[in-house]
């Protein structure tokens, strides 16, 4: 069957079952923005665009005076970038995906789009193709490959043409957004589209329909290739593949609909900022607390960090990301390939969160309980009902709690001056 180009005909499109197994993912931002590393990847936008008085503050004390925007980016250099390094970090965080800016709303593209003359990173900046370096890199680590892309640009003139005609025009849409769209799909084949930047036009303005029923119907990954919701005005959180609804969007209860949470280790930034300080950083709790509501909620996780210009992505991240990595490296089990189960997180505490898989049932809790004694109301235990601490050899302990649910001895965890970290696991098997 062909997919018609309309949101009744593509919205009924089956989502290929890779993404929904694979539950985590790490999200990539840079770009141009990198280079002034300051504020956030929107710094064009509030230094030329809103005129704010911080930016332009800090590029008359750090730059020479008249300095364009375009000045900053032959020192987007990427000298220290290697591809193999962040695919390796990448697996060892326990992503399955990853998603890179090809393109942000500034326009400048990570690859030699033949629309972006002289504003891409092979013909200035790094004079290096990013988006197929890094490609090649996480496809032999076998880490499925997302594009980010920006169907706006903030001051492109034939954008700003169409949005003075009230897009009535199509201009930019036709010599810009599609040959770019096309040409990332039949250069780099991905497995997903993280499309952006649409929700000044509509839709049909963008196109969008009629790319997508081309995705669909007739490209190189027609059969595998997953994309998000926004593709135009008022589309977000009602069409197109998964839900991202809005940016660190987290529903409180379960969606009907496959959705992923996109989150930032830099909790005031997606790009690098050079003066980020630790407590702006968000911490391994935090984190995992995040990963364990999404997956719980049925949703994927999509944990960005912003390199800087030259590539590196800097310690800190890498210690969050490994952290993440060591924590699903024990506890993965209750995560990758789960389904929501049929309660969610327990009624009595937000600290109690379950998966599932087939008839076991997995209870993440977030916090060691006091009396080392954990208590579920919502499982509905059998005589034959068996528990596992996951990363612990051996059965548990437990009795039917009075009333309903059940009570769990935990192993004995010694006492330390710091409190433990995130998030265990147990097992359950022979419950309801």
């Known amino acids: ?29 840079w770009g141009v923005f990198s280079v002034p590393a300051w504020g956030s990847e929107w710094f064009w ?25 375009a000045e900053f980016a032959p020192q987007f250099t990427a000298y220290d970038f290697q591809p193999r390094q962040w695919a390796q970090l990448f697996q060892r965080a326990g992503a399955r995906y990853v998603v890179l800016t090809t393109k942000h709303h500034e326009g400048f593209t990570n690859w030699g789009s033949p629309v972006s003359w002289n504003w891409n990173s092979v013909d200035t900046g790094p004079h290096r193709d990013l988006v197929a370096e890094l490609g090649e890199a996480l496809r032999e680590s076998n880490l499925r490959y997302g594009l980010y892309h920006s169907l706006m640009e903030w001051f492109h003139p034939l954008y700003l043409a169409d949005k003075q005609n009230d ?21 780099y084949k991905p497995d997903l589209i993280w499309s952006d930047g649409d929700w000044e036009a509509p ?12 995705l669909y119907n007739d ?14 005005r008022g589309c977000s959180c009602h069409h197109g593949g998964f839900y991202n609804c809005a940016d660190k969007f987290r529903p409180g209860t379960l969606p009907h609909h496959k959705w992923e949470m996109c989150s930032s280790l830099d909790r005031l ?33 999509l944990l960005n960090v912003g390199p800087t210009k030259e590539g590196v992505i800097v310690p800190i991240f890498q210690e969050r990301l490994l952290a993440l990595g060591r924590w699903l490296d024990t506890n993965g089990e209750a995560i990758y390939e789960s389904q929501p189960w049929r309660v969610q997180v327990e009624n009595t505490t937000d600290t109690v969160w379950y998966t599932s898989k087939g008839p076991v049932v997995f209870a993440i809790f977030l916090l060691w309980p006091r009396d080392n004694v954990l208590c579920l109301s919502s499982p509905i235990p059998s005589p034959g009902t068996q528990v ?22 935990l192993p004995y965890m010694l006492p330390s001056p710091l409190p433990p970290q995130s998030g265990w696991v147990v097992k359950l098997q022979g419950v309801k």
Request: charged letters at 25%; hydrophobic letters at 40%.
């Open 1 to 29: 069957a062909r997919y018609r180009p309309d949101w009744a005909s593509l919205d009924a499109r089956p989502l290929p079952a890779w993404f929904d197994r694979a539950k985590v993912g790490v999200f990539v931002h």
């Open 45 to 69: 936008w509030h230094w030329r665009g809103q005129r704010d008085a911080a930016y332009e503050r800090f590029v008359r004390r750090r730059f020479p005076p008249g300095t364009t925007y």
């Open 167 to 187: 897009f009535k025009t199509q201009s930019f849409v036709l010599k810009k957004t599609m040959p770019e769209l096309y040409d990332l799909v039949l250069k």
């Open 203 to 214: 839709d049909s303005y963008w196109n969008s329909t009629s790319f997508l029923a081309w």
């Open 219 to 232: 490209s190189p990954v027609k059969d595998t290739v997953v994309v998000n919701d926004r593709w135009g």
């Open 269 to 301: 930034s997606w790009g690098y900022r050079s003066n980020m300080s630790l407590a702006e950083v968000m911490d391994e709790m935090s984190m995992i607390e995040e990963l364990v509501q999404t997956v719980s909620l049925g949703g994927n996780y």
């Open 388 to 409: 596992t601490l996951l990363g612990f050899g051996g059965t548990l302990e437990w009795q039917k709690q009075p009333g309903k649910g059940m009570l769990i001895t």
